[in-house]
């Protein structure tokens, strides 16, 4: 059974716009979680994390939530950009180890 | 720049024989992981590794092995192909902050 669940299987946003992917979680001993990105042919890379102590994180376009209570998360990317369409991956570690559970992903499309 | 180097893009083979699929990293990591990729299920972990020697399952080990006799390769071994082993392959290291992995490019198997 899936630990890390992505609903959203896609999303389309227009350029400029916030684009909004959720992740929810099941695993009440994760405490650290990630953002992946993924373009056709590559392997995935890293691109933000939290820690569970924090609620929030920001690397310049982007922003990862996460609420605790719910074991929810999401990544908030302001403006979207054509060069952001890609596949999202949400994933999770107990901190105390370094492999990570990965959700089904979200691909997102940035329309012009 | 760091990198993780798999050795084949594409592979298609019969059921029934056996298949090799090497991973090499340039990082000095510690550890590395062999990830498999389908549409709906995302990245699910197959076997670890966190030493020379050492193997650990992951989530779906079933039908797969693999080798670490060197600290920077990481080899998958389909012992006996099967048809719903068709799928993306994906081999990560890491070695500074948990969670934080270097995807190789993946292995696209087709088995007929």
């Known amino acids: 059974d899936q630990q890390v669940k992505q609903n959203s299987p896609s999303l389309s946003v227009q350029e400029g716009r916030i684009s909004i992917l959720n992740c929810d979680y099941t695993?009440?001993?994760?405490?650290?979680f990630l953002w992946y990105k993924k373009y056709p042919a590559e392997g995935p890379t890293f691109l933000i994390s939290?820690?569970?102590?924090?609620d929030k994180n920001e690397d310049g376009r982007f922003t990862v939530f996460l609420n605790k209570s719910a074991k929810h998360l999401s990544l908030h990317i302001v403006p979207s950009q054509p060069g952001d369409s890609a596949v999202y991956f949400c994933?999770?570690?107990?901190?105390?180890?370094?492999?990570?559970?990965f959700g089904a992903g979200t691909t997102v499309t940035v329309r012009a | 720049d760091v990198k993780v180097t798999q050795s084949s893009r594409y592979l298609v083979k019969r059921t029934g024989e056996k298949v090799f699929l090497e991973c090499v990293q340039d990082?000095?990591?510690?550890?590395m992981f062999w990830y498999r990729q389908d549409p709906g299920l995302g990245l699910r972990l197959i076997y670890f590794?966190?030493?020379?020697?050492?193997?650990e399952k992951g989530d779906i080990p079933e039908g797969y092995s693999v080798s670490r006799e060197k600290k920077e390769r990481f080899s998958l071994i389909l012992e006996s192909a099967s048809t719903n082993q068709t799928s993306m392959y994906l081999c990560?290291?890491?070695?500074?902050?948990?969670?934080?992995?270097?995807f190789g490019e993946g292995s696209r198997l087709t088995v007929l």
């Open positions: 990560a290291s890491s070695g500074g902050a948990p969670g934080e992995l270097f």
């Open positions: 695993n009440s001993m994760f405490d650290y």
């Open positions: 939290i820690s569970s102590i924090k």
């Open positions: 994933a999770a570690s107990d901190s105390g180890d370094y492999k990570l559970s």
């Open positions: 990082m000095d990591h510690e550890n």
């Open positions: 590794s966190y030493d020379v020697k050492m193997k």
